[in-house]
């Protein structure tokens, strides 16, 4: 007499399913590279610029289409800019961060919301002119907006009217002009301007 073990049974669906997922994770990123970072020669936890290892590597996603994953830890970096075609991962436990420092971030030369004849704009993230662009991922996005170089003093202007000494902090995100825009799950804090600043651009999701 043949006795059908139900544990089994139920490990074995359990164990094709989870193949079955992996398979489909598989299929989903095929013919897309995944480029981590810490290939290109970017270092966790600790405060450094990693801003041109990480723009390598969205320069290379940008060229053929790709998936550039930041990994656990904590990266340190300046302005980035984010290509046609590409997708920035964050994984789990992974920040991006900004740098402290004032000089890590250059003017940008963009319009703005309420300044769209005036360019300027410094920010973490950008992109501009761009298609396809994705920032997804369970990991977090850090503006390091608390550091000194940041800070925005008020002050009595010459007509005696409160303003602001600072107004050209980085933005966190910035998309300006840009198609088919994607942004899934990842956290993003502690800007040091403006969280996620969008200008003229079209098909934008937000999850």
Not at 55 to 60: E, F, G
Request: glycine share 10%; with cysteine; charged share 20%.
């Amino acid at each position: 007499m043949l006795i059908k073990n139900k544990n089994i049974i139920s490990i074995k669906s359990k164990m094709s399913l989870l193949c079955l997922c992996k398979l489909i994770v598989c299929i989903h990123t095929m013919g897309q590279p995944i480029l981590d970072i810490t290939d290109f020669g970017a270092k966790r936890d600790v405060i450094f610029n990693n801003a041109k290892y990480i723009q390598s590597a969205l320069d290379s996603a940008g060229k053929t289409g790709g998936i550039v994953y930041i990994p656990y830890g904590t990266f340190y970096t300046g302005t980035l800019h984010l290509r046609s075609n590409s997708t920035l991962r964050l994984g789990n436990n992974a920040v991006l961060k900004g740098m402290p420092y004032d000089s890590a971030y250059p003017m940008l030369g963009l319009p703005y919301f309420g300044a769209l004849n005036t360019p300027g704009l410094k920010a973490l993230l950008y992109s501009k002119d761009a298609d396809n662009v994705t920032i997804e991922g369970y990991g977090a996005i850090d503006g390091n907006g608390g550091s000194v170089e940041f800070a925005n003093y008020p002050y009595i202007n010459a007509e005696g009217k409160r303003n602001w000494h600072r107004t050209d902090r980085p933005q966190g995100i910035l998309f300006v002009h840009c198609r088919n825009i994607r942004l899934k799950e990842f956290t993003l804090r502690n800007t040091a301007a403006w969280g996620i600043h969008i200008l003229g651009s079209r098909h934008c999701v937000l999850e």
